[in-house]
Structure formats: structure tokens, C-alpha cells
């Protein structure tokens, strides 16, 4: 008999060419157009959490006797094809291209403005 595995134990982690802090630009879905700051990135499912992006309403129960509920409003991952490293100086969205320096070290590079990242 087949056991079920963990959803975590078979996703494979993606190399992300996104990190923490990078601008970005949502290109497709209902939020498209606006930009944002990604506050986490989930590797194992290739998705991407954007500041002010993606908003999604939970209903909070009280925890405590006299405490009152609340709704609290917070952003839901994006899959992470569907966001752009945004050029700020530019104004315009990019690839990212990995370049190798010739002192070895790798860094981060816009393929259309050719703009260094990190």
C-alpha cells in the first residue's frame, strides 16, 4: 500500500532569479500594471510575495473573552512568472541575465538596460 507524501517532500526547489527587495512589476492577472517590493519568495512553489499586491481579506475570530473580531487584510503569493524585475531609473520592466565579473563574483543584470542589480 501507497503512502501519501508531503506536498513539500515533492516539490522540487526552483533557482529564482528574484530575491527580497527587488522591484517588480505584476505583468499578467488582476492586479497587472502595478508595482511592488517582493517582502519573501517560496522557492519550493516558484511563487513570490509583493507588497501591496494580491490583497486577500481573512476573517480573524476572537482569541480572548471581551476581544472583539477583526478582518485583516494581507498579500497572497504570486507565481513568480507572472511578476517583472521593474528598473526604477528606467521606468521598464526587464529580464534578468547572470553575469560572472572578472574577479569571479556573479551578479544580477537587466537584459534590456543592462543595469547591474546586486
Known sequence: MATATPKSATAKRIKMRLRKGDTVQ????KDKGKTGEVLRTLP???RVIVEGVNMRTRH???TQEGESGRIVTE???LHASNVMI????????SRVELITEKDG?????LKKTGEVID
Do not use: L
Open 86 to 93: 521593474y528598473s526604477t531609473d528606467k521606468k521598464v520592466t
Open 75 to 77: 498579500e497572497a503569493s
Open 26 to 29: 505584476v505583468i499578467t492577472g
Open 44 to 46: 519550493n512553489e516558484n
Open 105 to 109: 563574483s556573479k551578479k544580477r543584470r
Open 60 to 62: 480573524v475570530k476572537p
